[in-house]
């Protein structure tokens, strides 16, 4: 299994959890077009920041690395990162990469 098929794991275990809490009409598609951020997006605030926090635990779990989501670069940068599920899992394993986990 690479890199980027175990974050997308982890994200979409992240995306479980979160749809547990939410209301049927607000649960995400697990789907890389999934809109998380920004117009038509189903999440609130609240909402991203659980499934940033939730998806940096799976992440823990399964690379063992400590990844602060919600940092200078990710915030500065806004929707254009992880305006949808797969620019979310894109930047988590560019991140990764920088790092040197396999």
Do not use: C, W
Not at 36 to 59: C, E, F, R, Y
């Amino acid at each position: 299994m690479t890199r980027r098929e175990r974050v997308t794991g982890a994200v979409y275990e992240a995306v479980d959890e979160v749809n547990g809490q939410l209301p049927r009409a607000q649960r995400l598609e697990k789907s890389p077009s999934t809109l998380v951020l920004g117009p038509g997006a189903s999440l609130d605030s609240l909402g991203l920041v659980n499934l940033i926090a939730t998806t940096q635990q799976k992440i823990e779990d399964a690379f063992g690395a400590r990844l602060s989501l919600v940092d200078g670069d990710l915030l500065a940068s806004g929707s254009v990162l992880i305006s949808t599920l797969g620019a979310f899992i894109d930047y988590i394993d560019a991140t990764l990469d920088k790092r040197g986990h396999a």
